[in-house]
């Protein structure tokens, strides 16, 4: 493209746009004062161009040489056009042609190219340049840069995405994790996939725990087109992986992976992995028959989704597979699946159980009132050899202490006064199966030494009785003193403790991990909805915040009983404030100390100082994150862009 001819110095230019330009002038020399007004033009931060009906540049001052790049002489005399990328191209002569045509051009936004090809939003104020007889000659132009601006509005934009997705991945994590067995698990992830990925097939790929086989599940079972002869290389180098990858292949590419042999029957596919504990446990699949474009905010989406949710999944299937024997599916049978809770603590107390329910070892499981130590104990039961045995439960506090040892170990007739016939004790009646000692710190000095008996030599006699009786018991126990103090008063025998502590088990309190408050209220929530043949889908938001508030000195048990008094008041399908128990129905309002102050500037400096990752501001806090969150909501606190 080349130059017209133009003037060099700012004098010949001037006069060479005052005689084509402006209005009012006879004379075509340079007036008095011009050079002051090409001075002005260029003081300003806005970049000023000048173009004729041709589109070519007259006139190109500091600020368009700031913004574009290009040096005045540079592009003095080129079209217009040299500063438009692709998707704008022409876009000069259309504006010029439309206030030829005496079309109202006054303000809108665009983009340009710089000199180094970097696209810039500019807004452009155009307006007609005409000659001494009124006719337009060109047009006037000042650009400004509102590249910062939009940069803002897309990182705001971004921030309120970021912010609904958060929502939607904890509203779907709340209700996958509301189920309790993996095909209900997997079906509710089947429903979110069937939202997002459009005409998918859905598949599930896990190994079973001796990693031979797949996992087989009714509703999420591979269809009978899958090449099952490539599984085993499949699940061999599945079990191998040591850090996640999201494959994704089609028919014309390969992934050099054994999905390409697996899946070869689509046309695309994207495979999500699922790990736990850094070993890759199960890949969640998604194909088409057909070429389908899947955008990386769904996708990025959805394979975080199956990351909050892998934990449980994992833990779902391997006592799947504990409990197949069908006698463990009796109605009064206990599962591991009946302890709810995502946080670290009861993932490490799911881990535990696993690894001593095989054993004999005795367990002492402490906590407060209500954090689970019965659910713990029939859980250990549950996946022991044991299972198809009893599982006796000894309250060692509702015992009178004159009675407890008959409670305990039975007795003769004829033993005391009142014994008219031979009584089973608890030991008894647990026979090949697991005693549960619950508040053992209740029990007397004297009934402690027969205790240590049973624990150190397997056997009992009734009282009254002569007969020694073989214990094929397994013994846990549990209390919510401190043992330790208690033996150091002397109300507890130093030997029975070290017998007893052989595994220990401790369980947080509820306002230690308050990440288990929602699945918590969903599990009791369909719990209640079933029993009381209701169908209430939510909580109300507010109840949440009042439950993730509340310190909940009765733990999970009064967590259950706010729940069932909810479920039974409420009428609609969402539980309101006002079907809570009074305590939790009073608003609750933040003390204005000097406490409360120093804990939000508190939470607000470690914030800024971590980039507002709330993973890392909430270790730095020593709290959880659904603690940070909730008084990041209860102070107001927000990021500052």
Not at 36 to 56: P, V
Not at 123 to 131: A, G, Q, R
Not at 340 to 349: D, L, T
Not at 424 to 441: K, S
Request: charge should be positive.
């Amino acid at each position: 493209m080349g130059k017209s001819q133009i003037t060099t110095s700012k004098s010949d230019r001037l006069s060479h746009l005052h005689k084509n330009n402006f209005v009012g002038q006879e004379s075509y020399r340079t007036p008095p004062g011009h050079e002051y007004l090409f001075e002005a033009i260029n003081l300003t931060d806005n970049a000023i161009i000048c173009k004729d009906l041709e589109g070519r540049i007259t006139l190109w001052n500091k600020g368009a040489e700031q913004l574009y790049g290009y040096r005045e002489k540079d592009v003095l005399g080129l079209a217009a056009e040299v500063l438009e990328p692709e998707e704008v191209k022409g876009e000069t002569l259309s504006i010029i042609a439309k206030i030829v045509n005496k079309k109202e051009v006054k303000r809108y936004e665009t983009v340009r190219l710089t000199k180094s090809r970097k696209l810039v939003h500019v807004e452009l104020t155009v307006s007609p340049i005409k000659d001494v007889h009124g006719n337009i000659a060109g047009i006037i132009a000042v650009a400004k840069d509102i590249t910062g601006k939009r940069r803002l509005e897309k990182q705001v934009k971004e921030y309120g995405d970021n912010l609904r997705r958060l929502f939607g991945l904890l509203t779907y994590q709340k209700k996958i994790l509301a189920k309790s067995s993996p095909e209900e698990i997997i079906r509710s992830i089947d429903k979110v996939a069937k939202d997002i990925f459009l005409g998918a097939e859905r598949l599930f790929f896990a190994p079973n725990s001796t990693s031979t086989d797949l996992v087989t599940l009714s509703k999420a079972s591979l269809p009978p087109t899958i090449n099952r002869r490539s599984i085993g290389s499949f699940l061999q180098w599945m079990t191998s992986l040591d850090h996640a990858v999201v494959y994704s292949g089609n028919d014309h590419r390969s992934t050099s992976t054994p999905f390409d042999e697996l899946l070869k029957i689509y046309h695309m596919w994207h495979a999500f992995p699922l790990f736990f504990e850094k070993q890759c446990f199960a890949y969640y699949v998604i194909a088409f028959h057909q070429s389908k474009k899947i955008s990386s905010v769904d996708s990025e989406f959805f394979y975080n989704l199956l990351d909050l949710v892998s934990g449980p999944i994992w833990h779902a299937l391997r006592f799947e597979e504990h409990l197949s024997d069908p006698k463990a599916y009796a109605p009064n049978r206990f599962s591991f699946l009946s302890l709810v809770g995502q946080s670290r603590e009861m993932q490490q107390i799911y881990n535990l159980i696993q690894d001593i329910a095989a054993t004999t070892a005795t367990v002492l499981i402490t906590g407060e009132n209500g954090t689970g130590k019965q659910l713990v104990a029939q859980s250990i039961h549950a996946l022991s050899p044991r299972r198809d045995g009893p599982f006796i439960i000894a309250n060692c506090s509702a015992y009178p202490s004159s009675l407890i040892e008959s409670e305990l170990f039975g007795h003769e007739k004829g033993a005391f006064t009142g014994a008219i016939k031979r009584k089973l004790g608890r030991f008894d009646l647990a026979q090949e199966g697991t005693i549960f000692l619950d508040e053992i710190g209740e029990v007397p000095l004297t009934t402690q030494v027969s205790l240590l008996r049973v624990l150190q030599d397997k056997c009992f006699e009734r009282v009254g009785g002569e007969k020694t009786i073989i214990a094929d018991v397994r013994i846990i126990a549990a209390t919510n003193k401190n043992l330790k103090e208690e033996m150091a008063a002397g109300n507890f025998r130093e030997d029975l403790f070290y017998r007893l502590n052989v595994i220990s088990i401790d369980l947080p309190p509820l306002r230690q991990r308050k990440e288990d408050i929602v699945p918590l209220c969903s599990h009791f929530l369909a719990k209640y909805n079933e029993r009381e043949g209701k169908d209430i889908q939510d909580f109300d938001p507010k109840v949440i915040q009042l439950f993730l508030d509340h310190d909940w000195p009765g733990n999970v048990r009064e967590l259950q009983n706010a729940v069932e008094l909810a479920v039974i008041l409420t009428k609609g399908n969402t539980i309101k404030e006002k079907c809570l128990p009074p305590h939790l129905r009073e608003t609750y309002i933040y003390p204005s100390t000097s406490l409360a102050e120093n804990e939000k500037k508190l939470i607000a400096r470690v914030l800024d100082e971590s980039n507002w990752n709330k993973h890392e501001a909430a270790r730095r806090l020593g709290i959880t994150r659904s603690t940070l969150y909730s008084k990041v909501k209860r102070y107001k606190l927000e990021m500052i862009l």
